[in-house]
Nanobody, 123 residues
């Protein structure tokens, strides 16, 4: 079965950190760009960060620049999102998605999606 599985979400206090993982099964991530999206209650899903298949190019939404870091370990078939200095407005369900094209916010270009992991930032 071809799928992406996110993990690492949870409840954290403002200023805290979490590391999300996106693991692929049934296929290898080497040829895919991976984007982390998030959807907060009552809001549209938005792109947070993306990493190209070669791992050398990354991009971030302005709201997370300097706080989040995306990386990939192709040997482990996994992409990570390190989230530091978390804020209440980072609360959302976080999804990873894979595309054979390039990093973009165009959701229809993504072939595989994970089921999402909840991140809640609250005191």
């Amino acid at each position: 079965q071809l799928q992406l599985v996110e993990s690492g979400g949870g409840l954290v206090q403002p200023g805290g950190s979490l590391r999300l993982s996106c693991a692929a099964s049934g296929f290898t991530l080497d040829h895919y760009a991976i984007t982390w999206f998030r959807q907060a209650p009552g809001k549209e899903r938005e792109g947070v960060s993306c990493i190209r298949n070669n791992g050398g190019s990354t991009s971030y939404a302005d709201s997370v620049k300097g706080r989040f870091t995306i990386s990939r370990d192709n040997a482990k078939n996994t992409v990570y999102l390190q989230m530091n200095s978390l804020k209440p407005e980072d609360t959302a369900i976080y999804y990873c998605a894979a595309t054979t094209t390039y990093c973009s916010g165009y959701e229809l270009s993504y072939s595989y999606w994970g089921q999402g992991t909840q991140v809640t930032v609250s005191s």
